[in-house]
């Protein structure tokens, strides 16, 4: 019997979806820490930077606090556009 046969739809699909779901932490993860060194760098306070980025203050206190189910990706690509940070998504065979 294939690997595949063994497994049922369900637990297949569960595995998939958690596979989607850690990539998209692993982006959301890496574009916050890009845009936390950012604002760093540039010693701007928290009102100016959500002001910047386009964020409420208490969103912005989320994005400092790591808080990554607080953002979905495009939020994050635009906030970091926004600050003046270059986007790239590298997309390859795994």
């Known amino acids: 019997m ?3 046969a063994e497994i049922p739809t369900s ?3 569960d595995i998939s979806a958690s596979t989607v779901e850690t990539e998209l932490l692993r982006l959301r993860a890496a574009a916050m820490a890009t845009l936390r060194a950012h604002i760093n760098e540039r010693g701007w306070d928290d009102a100016e930077s959500a002001r910047r980025l386009g964020f409420t203050l208490r969103s912005f206190r989320e994005l400092q ?3 990554l189910h607080a953002f979905n990706l495009e939020e994050l690509v635009r906030a970091g556009a926004t600050a003046g940070l270059h986007v790239h998504l590298d997309v390859r065979p795994s």
Do not use: L
């Open 2 to 4: 294939a690997e595949d």
């Open 65 to 67: 606090r790591g808080h």
């Open 11 to 13: 637990v297949r699909e």
